[in-house]
């Protein structure tokens, strides 16, 4: 080995810092792990290490410095030790060991952060809630609870993505997802057509034939519509902005079927329609001839 100063890239006045700094950025970048297959890089790294090693010492720096021993440690011929010949460690320095436990650090191979599971369950809202939006509290299969919070306007189908809320992640990755898929339970007289609500709403005979006004159930709660004087079972009335609300917020409309609904057994109703005389080019089936 030649000058371990020169081999070092370091002056002989350098300090223990910088020694140690130059032996780390040198190791680190001559290691055979860094340089599999390289015997170049390798004879440098063990001309490396045999630098550091006698210069980290403070006693066999003083020695080569005054030329008591040669660059690999060995006492010259004309030298006679006169003294003790204990080590010391120059103030300041790492143990090589310590040094080479960073470099090894450097190249052992890493876990890699995995995101965790995502967990997925099932959740039942009625049509109002789906309409509204509601907030449920759901108990994940760890035994956690979370609050989740439909929005308005939810589908029946719908997953739910709720971030962090799965699996805890692996050598620091994140958590994973909560996926909430939603089922709709059916309501008893709505039902739901894209963004409209849909009602059979059913009126007697009077009301079709001479028109009311009649209160009618909406997802908002109820209100008054007026029948038209005339009305038969199928004629569609529209409450605008009584429906669902899009993605965009706009909300769609109710439609409202009128289903004219007769009494049982009525008699009086059963005489007048024996006796009731239909207007002249009257036929009920026309359209479908």
Same mark, same amino acid.
């Given at each position: 080995?030649? +000058?371990?100063?020169?081999?070092?890239?370091?002056?002989?006045?350098?300090?223990? /810092? %910088?020694?140690?700094?130059?032996?780390?950025?040198?190791? $680190?970048?001559?290691?055979?792990?860094?340089?599999?297959?390289?015997?170049?890089? %390798? +004879?440098?790294?063990?001309?490396?290490?045999?630098?550091?090693?006698? !210069?980290?010492?403070? %006693?066999?720096?003083?020695?080569?410095? =005054?030329?008591?021993?040669?660059?690999?440690?060995? %006492? =010259?011929?004309?030298?006679?030790?006169?003294?003790?010949?204990?080590?010391? =460690?120059?103030?300041?320095?790492?143990?090589?060991?310590?040094?080479?436990?960073?470099?090894?650090?450097?190249?052992?191979?890493?876990?890699?952060?995995?995101?965790?599971?995502?967990?997925?369950?099932?959740?039942?809202?009625?049509?109002? +809630?789906?309409?509204?939006?509601?907030? $449920?509290?759901?108990?994940? @299969?760890?035994?956690?609870?979370?609050? *989740?919070?439909?929005?308005?306007? *939810?589908?029946?189908?719908?997953?739910?993505?709720?971030?962090?809320?799965?699996?805890?992640?692996?050598?620091?990755?994140?958590?994973?997802?909560?996926?909430?898929?939603?089922?709709?339970?059916?309501?008893?007289?709505?039902?739901?057509?894209?963004?409209?609500?849909?009602?059979?709403?059913?009126?007697?005979?009077?009301?079709?034939?001479?028109?009311?006004?009649?209160?009618? @159930?909406?997802?908002?709660?109820?209100?008054?519509?007026?029948?038209? @004087?005339?009305?038969?079972?199928?004629?569609? !009335?529209?409450?605008?902005?009584?429906?669902?609300?899009?993605?965009?917020?706009?909300?769609?409309?109710?439609?409202?079927? !009128?289903?004219?609904?007769?009494? @049982? /057994?009525?008699?009086?109703?059963?005489?007048?329609?024996?006796?009731?005389?239909?207007?002249?080019?009257? +036929?009920?089936?026309?359209?479908?001839?």
């Amino acid at each position: 080995m030649t +000058d371990p100063y020169s081999i070092l890239g370091v002056s002989k006045s350098a300090s223990a /810092d %910088e020694i140690r700094a130059a032996y780390r950025k040198l190791a $680190k970048a001559l290691h055979p792990d860094a340089n599999p297959g390289d015997a170049k890089a %390798e +004879d440098r790294f063990k001309q490396v290490s045999a630098a550091f090693k006698l !210069l980290s010492n403070a %006693e066999s720096r003083a020695k080569y410095d =005054r030329g008591e021993i040669d660059a690999q440690g060995n %006492e =010259r011929a004309t030298f006679h030790p006169g003294g003790a010949h204990g080590r010391a =460690r120059a103030g300041g320095f790492e143990d090589v060991s310590d040094i080479f436990s960073d470099l090894f650090t450097d190249f052992r191979p890493r876990s890699r952060a995995r995101k965790g599971a995502d967990l997925r369950f099932r959740l039942d809202l009625d049509f109002l +809630d789906a309409a509204k939006g509601a907030t $449920k509290r759901v108990t994940l @299969p760890a035994g956690r609870t979370l609050d *989740v919070r439909t929005p308005p306007g *939810v589908t029946d189908g719908q997953t739910l993505r709720l971030a962090g809320q799965g699996e805890p992640g692996a050598a620091g990755g994140p958590a994973g997802d909560a996926l909430v898929e939603l089922h709709v339970t059916p309501h008893k007289f709505f039902s739901r057509d894209a963004d409209d609500v849909r009602l059979d709403l059913p009126v007697s005979f009077a009301e079709a034939v001479t028109g009311a006004k009649v209160r009618a @159930p909406t997802i908002d709660g109820p209100v008054e519509v007026r029948v038209p @004087p005339g009305s038969t079972s199928g004629t569609l !009335l529209r409450l605008r902005g009584k429906g669902f609300a899009s993605r965009s917020g706009k909300r769609g409309d109710q439609i409202i079927r !009128l289903m004219v609904d007769l009494p @049982p /057994d009525d008699a009086a109703l059963k005489r007048f329609a024996e006796t009731w005389n239909a207007p002249k080019g009257y +036929d009920p089936r026309m359209k479908l001839r």
